[in-house]
């Protein structure tokens, strides 16, 4: 008799595995989208966006709103070896600053992470910085000389281009 169960409970698992399966291949049918095209989409969706979110401290953590943060970017474009030009204006804290940035992005297969390692930022300092760009959002992780933290928001086109909030 346990034999039985068991077999029907195997088949039982099969059947709805089967069903669970096929939407996803269906899904799936479609063709991926080629590098050429995601690079393309990622120049299109970057290029005069402004990243606007917050940014953490590690071991700064409090019952504080979060620290503002705004990067507006101008033309973003394709270099050579994974690089990347970015025409940028930096705001977060009492800094505010605009100049060229050649970064890397690297892909995580429809996903691009914008990576810099130890790079000094004229006015700013140096930082390694690992962020991914997705549906419009951006998260990640940032580190300084002695410090880093989180940051996250959203991949915005609005009009408004003033500094962020002070709180």
Same mark, same amino acid.
């Given at each position: ?20 399966? =096929?939407?996803?291949?269906?899904? %799936?049918d #479609?063709?991926?989208?080629? =590098? ?8 299109? &969706? ?23 943060? +705004?990067?507006?970017?101008? #033309?973003?474009? #394709?270099?050579? %070896?994974?690089y990347? =030009?970015? @025409? !940028? +204006?930096i =705001? ?11 970064? @890397? ?5 429809? &996903? ?7 790079? !000094?930022?004229?006015?700013?300092? !140096?930082? &390694? ?5 997705? +549906? ?6 940032w580190s ?8 996250f ?5 609005? &009009? ?8």
């Amino acid at each position: 008799m346990i034999r039985v169960v068991a077999l029907f409970f195997a088949s039982l698992l099969w059947i709805a595995s089967v069903a669970v399966a =096929q939407p996803a291949a269906e899904k %799936n049918d #479609k063709a991926a989208p080629s =590098q050429e095209e995601l690079e393309k989409q990622f120049a299109e &969706t970057m290029s005069g966006a402004t990243l606007v979110g917050n940014f953490t401290i590690a071991g700064m953590e409090s019952d504080k709103p979060l620290k503002p943060e +705004r990067y507006t970017l101008g #033309k973003v474009s #394709k270099l050579k %070896n994974g690089y990347w =030009q970015f @025409e !940028t +204006r930096i =705001q977060y804290g009492e800094h505010d600053v605009k100049l060229p940035l050649a970064l @890397e992005v690297k892909w995580s297969g429809d &996903t691009p992470m914008i990576t810099l390692t130890d790079v !000094t930022i004229p006015g700013l300092g !140096t930082y &390694t910085s690992r962020v991914l760009v997705y +549906r419009n959002q951006y998260a990640g992780t940032w580190s300084g000389s002695n410090h880093g933290g989180h940051l996250f928001g959203k991949v915005t086109r609005d &009009t408004d281009k003033a500094a962020p909030e002070k709180k």
